[in-house]
């Protein structure tokens, strides 16, 4: 690592931060246990990643979706006064939840389901318009981040356009889309719905761990 790499970020150790040269690494870390580093090529990226946190870079490195410094510089490090949404569905359809996070401190706000026949993209949609009312309701003026162009684009059209047929077993879930439509309908909303930029910060924090 110390020969590909000339600059190191440092989240754990003794003194935690971003430093320029492996001997300089290897000082904060050693003798610390749990140390959390990693070495990048340029000192931009390495300023970027400690800044969104440990887990953001090992879900960026893992996924080899290295960003030169220009378009990092140009993301910039996400908004932590926010909350994040996102879902999970075992199959498409399959069975379905979401949920919605504390983006800084990823403390869950709300959860729905499981549902038994939905998809990734329908619990997008009310993971969305479930943080507009949730932050409606405290008026609050976090943002909302969400992985998912389909669903940011349904919400700002206010319908869920889903190829999806309602059934006898899905039914409780299209009383849900119905009612998520009505109130992107009837209510006048503030909050600016964000795209989360998974190639430069890492999974959403509202991630299942599950694809």
């Excluded at 020969?3 to 290897?26: D, L, Q, R």
């Excluded at 050693?30 to 070495?39: P, R, S, V, W």
């Excluded at 990048?40 to 946190?53: D, I």
């Excluded at 953001?56 to 960003?67: D, R, V």
Aim: aromatic residues 12%; charged residues 25%.
């Amino acid at each position: 690592m110390a020969e590909k790499n000339k600059f190191y970020a440092v989240w754990k150790g003794k003194t935690p931060g971003v430093y320029s040269s492996w001997e300089a690494c290897k000082k904060q870390i050693e003798g610390f246990k749990g140390a959390q580093y990693m070495g990048f090529p340029e000192k931009s990226q390495a300023q970027h990643a400690f800044r969104s946190g440990y887990r953001a870079a090992l879900a960026g490195k893992k996924k080899g979706k290295s960003l030169s410094a220009e378009q990092l510089a140009r993301l910039g490090a996400p908004n932590y006064h926010s909350i994040s949404v996102d879902a999970a569905s075992s199959g498409n359809p399959g069975v379905m939840e979401y949920q919605g996070v504390d983006t800084r401190t990823g403390k869950r706000l709300f959860h729905q389901g499981p549902f038994p026949e939905g998809t990734n993209n329908i619990g997008e949609f009310l993971a969305i318009v479930h943080g507009l009312a949730y932050l409606k309701k405290q008026d609050s003026n976090r943002v909302i981040y969400s992985d998912s162009r389909t669903a940011i684009s349904w919400v700002r059209k206010k319908k869920c356009n889903t190829k999806l047929e309602e059934t006898a077993k899905n039914e409780p879930l299209f009383e849900l889309i119905d009612r998520a439509e009505t109130w992107l309908q009837t209510h006048a909303y503030t909050t600016p719905v964000v795209k989360w930029e998974t190639k430069a910060w890492g999974e959403i924090p509202a991630d299942f761990g599950r694809k």
